[in-house]
């Protein structure tokens, strides 16, 4: 937790957010996240690896959250990303609830969402969808074989009239959600289910012992 949370004379620390089941964690996770940190000029990116995503119900080859989290601590060291199982502290289950309670928690943080196109695309089906561009500004990281348009026409129908140019992510602290970013990255194929498909029991080692939270400060078991 951020000791400095209750003072307000605290600069405000601008941190990005990527959520995610992270199963594993991959060096596209990575890119995106540094890539997005650079042109929004965030000091911090976590990643809320998630107890339970519930688009992902019954998913038979999810790997337990510790090994998850083991995967995206590794995939991340060195860096300004700090992977996080918050959710499980927080006992969120919807993304709109989890971002509520971060800007609940940390005052002295300005939050900005991150999502890929592909996310944008099923962005109508998450819970209070629109509510969660209420709470945050939303930068929208375009990937390949998700740059068509028609695939994210529901959200973009009701998200276009507040997208801003990409020239001025460096200013989304000062803008008025809800906010849109569109930020294009240079094409990448990692994906955690080639990682799986290669390797489908890739978290056996990473399942033996508890591991510490690199946000919260707790073991996650």
Same mark, same amino acid.
């Given at each position: 937790m951020d000791g400095a949370r209750n003072r307000p004379d605290t600069p405000l620390i601008r941190t990005a957010l990527l959520g995610g089941s992270f199963n594993p964690a991959h060096s596209g996770h990575k890119r995106?996240?540094?890539?997005?940190?650079?042109?929004?000029?965030? =000091?911090?990116?976590?990643?809320?690896?998630?107890?339970?995503?519930?688009?992902?119900?019954?998913a038979k080859d999810m790997a337990p959250l510790?090994?998850?989290?083991?995967?995206?601590?590794?995939?991340?060291?060195?860096?300004?990303? /700090?992977?996080?199982?918050? =959710?499980?502290?927080?006992?969120?289950?919807?993304?709109?609830?989890t971002l509520a309670e971060l800007i609940r928690r940390?005052? +002295?943080?300005r939050f900005i969402w991150l999502m890929g196109a592909d996310n944008l695309a099923q962005f109508p089906q998450w819970?209070?969808?629109?509510?969660?561009? /209420?709470?945050?500004?939303?930068?929208v990281i375009a990937?390949?074989?998700?740059?068509?348009?028609?695939?994210?026409a529901r959200a973009m129908g009701w998200l276009r009239k507040f997208v801003r140019p990409a020239r001025q992510a460096k200013y989304w602290t000062k803008w008025r959600i809800p906010a849109l970013v569109l930020l294009r990255l240079p094409?990448?194929?990692?994906?955690?289910?080639?990682?799986?498909?290669?390797?489908?029991?890739?978290?056996?080692?990473?399942?033996? +012992?508890?591991?510490?939270?690199?946000?919260?400060?707790?073991?996650i078991d």
């Open positions: 995106i996240s540094l890539f997005a940190a650079k042109a929004l000029r965030a =000091e911090e990116v976590w990643w809320l690896v998630s107890p339970g995503n519930p688009l992902k119900e019954g510790r090994a998850r989290l083991k995967s995206a601590k590794a995939m991340a060291q060195r860096s300004i990303i /700090h992977p996080t199982a918050i =959710e499980q502290l927080l006992g969120t289950r919807y993304t709109v609830d940390y005052p +002295n943080r819970r209070d969808w629109r509510k969660i561009a /209420h709470l945050m500004p939303i930068a990937r390949p074989g998700y740059d068509d348009p028609t695939q994210a094409p990448d194929k990692s994906s955690a289910t080639a990682v799986r498909r290669s390797k489908p029991e890739w978290y056996r080692s990473l399942t033996a +012992n508890p591991v510490r939270d690199p946000v919260t400060r707790l073991m």
